[in-house]
């Protein structure tokens, strides 16, 4: 018995794959066990470690961490999606006098990491006369930039998947470029597209962290301040833990919003589960346009 991908593994073959995960997943929980008995050993786990933590005002800058993070990412993410709608529009232009200055344009910020973007606006833009930039501004656009590119080719992606008849029909009827992007294209590229773009706010989200280098104050760098106490015996490991399973938890909630848009945009009665129904019913609705198109020729 065989897959399109690959051969059924046989009775033999099932029993040694179970032995390897078996072994793995020992290997693995060896491994955890033998870092959480040194942090043990090293009081790691001490009350004394933890003693800052007891503190109402502690968790009052916690909370005000976490509320930076949030806003620079909010911020980050509107202003990513409405750049890569932007860019793309401009990739798919088809004058050359706006199609090739955005190409530069997004494969230049594509290619440069967030972290040096946020460098060169913190550091680099004063130093031209540009003193109003802060660490909070300096994070938002440098992950505007990052982002803002790289979704302008998950939304061209999406809409160079889409079947050539969907534009062909369109222009049947006599609409314009402008009318077959916003009105065809986009909302099927953006809802086939969904879950990579939320994904992608994830890393959005993850990448604010980076702002600690700039003294941005995020979860990351009061972290570092934390961990870093000398008077509570450096904290470090449970400050990683706690500043850990918040930066968990928050990257959690939006893969469970992906996950319950994939869900929602399969499950919609607008169109059918079956890849090829979906398919079948796209042609459908094409050839009624064509025929309404020449219908309106003829008259």
């Known amino acids: 018995m065989s897959t399109v991908l690959y051969d059924a593994p046989g009775p033999r073959a099932r ?42 005002a502690v968790w009052r800058k916690i909370g005000s961490a976490t509320v930076s993070t949030l806003s620079a990412f909010v911020v980050a993410a509107i202003g990513s999606l409405l750049l890569g709608l932007i860019l793309s529009v401009g990739r798919a232009s088809n004058h050359a006098w706006v199609r090739v200055p955005v190409t530069v344009f997004t494969e230049i910020f594509r290619a440069i990491p967030v972290l040096i973007l946020m460098l060169i606006m913190y550091y680099g833009l004063p130093t031209v006369g540009l003193d109003f930039i802060t660490p909070y501004t300096a994070v938002v656009t440098g992950l505007i930039l990052y982002n803002g590119s790289v979704l302008a080719e998950v939304f061209r992606s999406g809409i160079e998947s889409l079947p050539s008849g969907q534009a062909e029909a369109g222009y049947a009827i006599g609409m314009r470029k402008t009318g077959v992007m916003s009105v065809i294209l ?27 280098i700039i003294t941005f104050n995020e979860l990351l760098y009061l972290a570092k301040f934390y961990g870093s106490q000398v008077t509570y015996g450096s ?38 589960r079956d890849p090829g129904a979906r398919d079948d019913l796209a042609a459908a609705e094409t050839k009624a346009i064509a025929m309404q198109a020449n219908q309106v020729g003829r008259g």
């Open 15 to 56: 029993v040694r794959n179970r032995i390897l995960a078996v072994v793995a997943t020992l290997v693995v929980l060896g491994i955890v066990a033998f870092i959480v008995y040194q942090l043990f050993a090293s009081g790691q786990f001490s009350a004394a470690k933890w003693e800052l933590f007891r503190y109402t």
């Open 186 to 212: 986009y909302p099927q590229a953006i809802r086939a597209m969904l879950p990579v773009i939320i994904s992608q706010l994830v890393v959005v989200l993850k990448d604010t962290a980076l702002g600690f």
């Open 235 to 272: 904290p470090i490991i449970p400050s990683t833990i706690i500043f850990g399973s918040i930066y968990i938890g928050l990257c959690l909630l939006l893969a469970a919003l992906a996950k319950w848009v994939e869900v929602r945009s399969r499950h919609s009665k607008k169109l059918p």
